[in-house]
Every structure is written in structure tokens, then in C-alpha cells.
Nanobody, 124 residues
Framework: QVQLVEYGGGLVQPGGSLRLSCAAS????????MGWFRQAPGKEREFVAAINWSGGSLGYAASVNGRFTISRDNAKNTVYLQMNSLKLEDTAVYYC?????????????????WGQGTQVTVSS
């Protein structure tokens, strides 16, 4: 069992930056593939980024590539999402997710564990 708690959401102006954190419980965090997803009102949950056990990025959504960076610190049981050059369309609830095997990391239905989400609002 893994419990995930996201932090760091808030209100930011277009062009600004935020760093989201996702703290995980459990002693086997380093064996989990971690992903970030987001869901805007009236839209489906969509893939943002994912990272493998050792900290190698697995990929980003085209809409965030070059602006967002995923990373992890296994000693702190935490995964991060650095978001730069934020746009209005990045407004959403952001979720982190985990699964202890490699697979369809872009597919939200593949993940076993989810956090409760943190709101990111980009507005002038």
C-alpha cells in the first residue's frame, strides 16, 4: 500500500512558476513508477509526465514538454513537478499516481495509487 499526498498548488499569473510535490508513504517508494496527471473542469484526466524508479524521465505530454520537469528524491519519498512558463490552459487539479511495475504509464487507468490532488490556477 502506498499513500500519496500532493502539495504546492496555488494561484499564479501566466508566465509564472510553481513546484508541486507528492509525498509517498511506505518503504518501497523507490520501486514505483510515478506519474503526474491533471484534470480541468469538464475534461478527462490527462497525462502530464512520468518518471522511472531511478529518476529517469519516461516522457511528457506534448502540451507541457519543455516547460515542466519531473524529478524524484527516493531518500525523501517525494516526486516533484517543476512547472515553468505557466499558461491559462494549465489550470487544473494535478494528481500524482504510482505503480510498482513498468507499463502503460501514460494511461491513468494503469496506475494503482492516487493522491487527492492539488489545485493549480493560472490567472491574471
Amino acid at each position: 500500500q502506498v499513500q500519496l499526498v500532493e502539495y504546492g498548488g496555488g494561484l499564479v499569473q501566466p508566465g509564472g512558476s510553481l513546484r508541486l510535490s507528492c509525498a509517498a508513504s511506505g518503504r518501497t517508494f523507490s520501486s514505483y513508477v510515478m506519474g503526474w496527471f491533471r484534470q480541468a473542469p469538464g475534461k478527462e484526466r490527462e497525462f502530464v509526465a512520468a518518471i522511472n524508479w531511478s529518476g529517469g524521465s519516461l516522457g511528457y505530454a506534448a502540451s507541457v514538454n519543455g516547460r515542466f520537469t519531473i524529478s524524484r528524491d527516493n531518500a525523501k519519498n517525494t516526486v516533484y513537478l517543476q512547472m515553468n512558463s505557466l499558461k491559462l490552459e494549465d489550470t487544473a487539479v494535478y494528481y500524482c499516481a504510482a505503480k510498482n511495475e513498468f507499463g502503460h504509464y501514460r494511461d491513468y487507468s494503469w496506475y494503482a495509487y492516487w493522491g487527492q490532488g492539488t489545485q493549480v490556477t493560472v490567472s491574471s
